[in-house]
């Protein structure tokens, strides 16, 4: 199995501390995605102290990625998560989509996917990695 991912929402740490400020500040969401843009530190301080709930704001965003699996390790993911979408692309090659709660709700589940999944976000979402193999 192969997973490879392609896109995510743009700027999806910073949108996540914002949503998070937006609460319980009384600035308006656009300053305080403009402040938060100019200071990763905060950012990272903030998505530090991520949930993982129903309504959580780790639903609020897309990722997209090819993966190089069977139909049978395919069907297996959708029985185990029904958050997850896969499109066919070849006879082994699948567009998946999920979000992000869906990404660490399942990577706390472990195996294979699970740990494909995760570490495909490694790079790109490094805070949410982190709070990810901390097992949510």
Do not use: C, D
Request: charged share 20%; glycine share 10%.
């Amino acid at each position: 199995m192969k997973l490879r991912l392609l896109s995510s929402t743009p700027s999806v740490e910073t949108l996540i501390a914002t949503a998070m400020l937006t609460t319980t500040s009384g600035a308006a969401p656009s300053n305080l995605f403009h402040r938060l843009s100019a200071n990763p530190g905060k950012v990272a301080e903030i998505v530090g102290r991520l949930e993982v709930q129903h309504g959580s704001i780790l639903e609020h965003n897309r990722l997209n990625w090819v993966l190089e699996a069977g139909e049978g390790e395919v069907l297996k993911v959708l029985l185990e998560n029904r958050f997850f979408t896969f499109t066919r692309l070849g006879s082994k090659e699948w567009l998946a989509s999920a979000n992000l709660r869906t990404v660490i709700e399942y990577a706390a589940e472990g195996g294979e996917f699970g740990g494909l999944i995760l570490e495909s976000i490694r790079e790109r979402l490094p805070t949410v990695y982190a709070f990810g193999r901390r097992g949510a």
